[in-house]
């Protein structure tokens, strides 16, 4: 009996050693292999109270250690399946949405419906989470395809069920088999652990090998460019993206079957199909809503002239450092005089011009002082209009109150400011919420009458389509109230909804939305200069500078003029010419 109690006690630790020697790393790597292929992200999990037990336990580490940013992330328990909305659970495209069934062989359609309804609770309609069930099953090898197809026909396409095995000894949750299931060609796919070289989150989920993927785009500057079939812009930049992603080639194709799509990217504020629901939409950067008011009849406050003020006096000062210069130079007196110092920093020829070296010496390197001086002063002249023209009264809400304007907004943008705090109803009256709101018409008239709160790419067009008409609307950044999203809107569904997802969001954390704004200025520009049509703004500051330019030439002029009459009035047939039409004078008196 001993010898038997002896080699059974050797055989369970046998048993137990090839079961922590095989089982233990094997479970680990298998099931650590698959969530690290996700990545590190946002993970949201879902358990029942009374799922929670050593094994479910031991997969919520596994789970943390492999894709959660941070532990925990965010783990929602219910007693029942019916989870309790929270808003701080919000999900979008960016997130892991994890449900535990750790006590089920299999998951009945109630269970799915409830699912389905957390999902829509917890998840932005247009930013679905990819999804990811773990279920436990004492079996081993279940089949899944009625629960993933159930899915799909319910528009949830990203999903995978992961078979996990809960050993009662050991409580470490084993990998058994994952489940996928493809809607567009009825494909259903389940490895087990004998298959586990097959990776369910590569990067490139989507592999065209090298196939045509055929999109619509839509031309909506500046947004995206469509030009003779060539595609620029943003959607030239989403096309080479999604195809480097897909590993295919993404052409524009004028018409589309069911299982392609339709490419357009928009301002949300301003479309006429606002508040309507669409396929798939995908948010990327954003606009600032800021305020376009008129030029006001009157200022109540003049700009500060302190500036101006100080350069006069800093040009006094410089008189008088030359007034001593020339008096420890010895220079004539008459040179000397301050009229003619004075003058000449206004661009006025000298009244005395200068006779000797040392007095043609002083003079130029006033001239060249007085250049440099005369531009400054200028500037702060042309500074002074700029900002007199300009008004910038209007720097708060109850600025904008006090001027009795009517302010034109859309629907959005009313709800906003209705729901803002500190705003008081009179001055909500002011706003005018028009369904038919357009910054401009179809004929490009803006009535300037009238305050906006527009986007500002839309203002600085409409800006700069008033200057061309001598007309102004000038836009008030301190008074931006409201963020809108630009959308990349997508019209039919499609497969490769998460590869959009992370090409559009990868490429905006780039800042590829801000530079092809810059390119899209920077063009328009040129364009203005080709069309031959100079506004205000651009000529301006070379009218100062010509008029700076030519008093300095007209100056130049007269002291040459003054040097030659000099040496002719020291000639000896002059100065007899002289000296007889003073003998004549008194005759005549």
Known sequence: MKLASLVSYLLVAADVARSNFYREPYVDKAIEGILQSIGRRDVIVRIRRHDIQDGAQRLLDIVARNVAVTWPSQILVSREMRFNFQLRSLASSRTLLIYIFASNDDISDAELNATLNDIDLISHPKHMPELLLMIGSNRGALNCRRQLKYLWDRKVFDVIILEVYFHPRYSEPTFVAVHRFNGFNDDYSKITAYKSEIEWYPNKLRNMYGGIFKVMFEEVRPYGTLENGTVGGLAKLFMDALSNAVNGTVVHAK?????????????????????????????VGDDRVCALVPAMPAARVLVDFWQIILTILFGFLLSGVVWCVSLAMKVRKRVRDPLNTIGMFFGMPPLRGPRTLMEKVLFVAVTITVAEYTIMFQAELLEFVVEFTVSTR???????????????????????????????????????????????????????????????????????????????????????????????????????????????????????????????????????????????????????FFVIIVGHVISSIVFLGEIIAGRLLKSKHLTLFCNCCKLKIPKHS
């Open 255 to 283: 018409d589309l079957r069911e299982t392609e799509m339709s490419y357009n990217a928009e301002g949300l504020v301003y479309e006429d199909w606002y508040g309507t629901q669409h396929e798939h939409t995908v948010s």
């Open 394 to 544: 209007v720097s708060s809400f109850q600025d904008l109150y006090n001027t009795g304007l009517k302010v034109v907004v859309s629907p959005v943008v009313y709800d906003e400011l209705t729901t803002t705090e500190g705003l008081s109803p009179d001055f909500i009256k002011r706003f005018l919420n028009s369904p038919e709101y357009e910054l401009q018409n179809k004929g490009g008239w803006v009535d300037t009458s009238k305050a906006y709160f527009t986007s500002e790419i839309t203002g600085k067009l409409a800006e700069t389509r008033l200057k061309r008409r001598g007309r102004r609307l000038f836009k008030l950044s301190n008074l931006c109230i409201l963020s809108h999203y630009r959308v990349h809107r997508l019209h039919v569904r499609s497969p490769y909804k998460s590869e959009i997802d992370k090409v559009l969001l990868s490429l905006t954390e780039s800042g590829f939305v801000d530079k092809y704004v810059e390119d899209f200025w920077r063009n328009d520009k040129s364009e203005r200069k080709s069309e031959k049509e100079m506004i205000l703004s651009d000529y301006s500051v070379y009218v100062a």
